[in-house]
């Protein structure tokens, strides 16, 4: 830490104020922001959110293809399984595609 002279105060008590806006500018945007709320659904609203046929989403959870939590009969699901299911059949780009064959060692065009 270097020692200041008086005639430096006034530009580290203006670069301090900078900075301690900042911050607190940061701060507020952390507290102002809500915690991601994870919803469960039911089995019809999962096939609606899925836009599948309610049989077409037993069949998925038989073939153990999307998680699902189970009460007594009824079945439920939380929305990021429910995501995780519907990214898992994205297609990789092109690019994608040759930067995991340049990790595994393979040859890019």
Known sequence: MQTLTFEQLPGAVTELNKKLER???????????KPEVIERKSAPEAAKYL?????????????????????GKKLS????????????????TAHEMAANAMRKGGRSK
């Open 23 to 33: 911050m607190e500018t940061v701060l507020l945007q952390l507290v102002s922001t």
């Open 51 to 71: 836009n599948i046929a309610l049989p077409t989403l037993y069949g998925l959870v038989s073939q153990r293809k999307i998680r699902n939590s189970k009460a």
């Open 77 to 92: 699901f939380l929305t990021t399984d429910l995501d995780e299911y519907l990214n898992s059949g994205q297609r990789q």
